[in-house]
């Protein structure tokens, strides 16, 4: 693939046929995934470089994405993990000096494809109606027969297991060893962020492999255990629910984000399910049902836990919080463990900083 020049023309098709023509950003090339969509007004670079996102192509909902551009401290991960990008309005020239490259620049290091000009608004509108579907980007094929094609061997995101493509495959060390606490972390598709929220609170952490044996972290003795984020369809991880189901049995502190809270409710007997289009933005409201308090909150996700199935399971866990937008469940503790975990992204990279607390609560029970 070569890099594009400004007038190169890119195609945008939805599974449901729908044809949107723009500009092409980026690399060009062409890219297939989920489509879904965040109405982040800041902190685009964290999201395309967030684990979760793997597989998906990423609809940014604020008209202007690119001003402020790319600069490394922001990234999440090593490289961006969606699949492409979606936009109205694409700057390609930086207006923040601290910035290590334009926002063009990074895409096609990265070998990133995206189209621009598109309304935006129209095609979420789309998504929001008919639920979350795959696409298909190219800016080197304009055959839309070709394009559906390639469209329909597009795998859909039920049923995929995405952690085990983004996780190390090797144990690694981060913060200073001589921290009060252990934390083992399982990396199911873990943000950087996350792990500065440990270290900020005095904890040297272990991260291991999404298939991690109970029996290989155990060895390290940690003070309790991190379940992260990530990509991919939580029903297809039977694998890394065997093992949170041992880490119960152990008493040992749990404690889970994203992923984490819905491969904890899998453990707990609590069914997942693929929502219509998701959570994903940085102005969500929760309610805290322990202290009768209301967060704003940093979202990504597209799977949840079935709150009839939560109700059913009373005997074994608390709901401690909910969605006030549908009543989904945002988080939840089991009774009688030091186990608890929560839907959204406490560490809000980006997002508000309203739950931080939960880092605090963990550090409390350990």
Known sequence: MNSNTETAAAILLLADGTVFRGGAIGEIGTTAGELCFNTGMTGYQEIFTDPSYFGQLMVMTNAHIGNYAALEEDMESDCPQIQGLVVNEFSRVPSRPKADQSL?????VHGLVGISNIDTRKLVRILRKKGAMNGVISSEIADIDELK???DKTPDMAGL????KVSTTEPYYYGNDAATYRIAAIDYGIKRSILKRFVERDCYVRVYPASASYEEIQQWQPDGYFLSNGPGDPSSMQYAVKEIKKMLSDNVPIFGICLGHQLLGLAMGIPTFKMHHGHRGINHPVKNL?????????QN???GIHADAVNEHADKVEVTHINLNDRTVEGFSVKGK???SIQYHPEAS???HDSRYL?????DIL
């Not at 322990?290 to 940093?298: C, N, W």
């Not at 880092?359 to 550090?363: P, R, Y």
């Open 290 to 298: 322990i202290t009768g308090k209301g967060e704003i909150t940093s």
């Open 338 to 340: 030091k186990a608890f």
């Open 161 to 164: 297991e995405l952690a085990s």
């Open 301 to 303: 996700h597209g799977f």
């Open 149 to 151: 094609a390639l469209l």
């Open 350 to 352: 980006p997002g508000p």
């Open 359 to 363: 880092f605090d609560d963990f550090i």
């Open 104 to 108: 063009e620049s990074f895409m096609q």
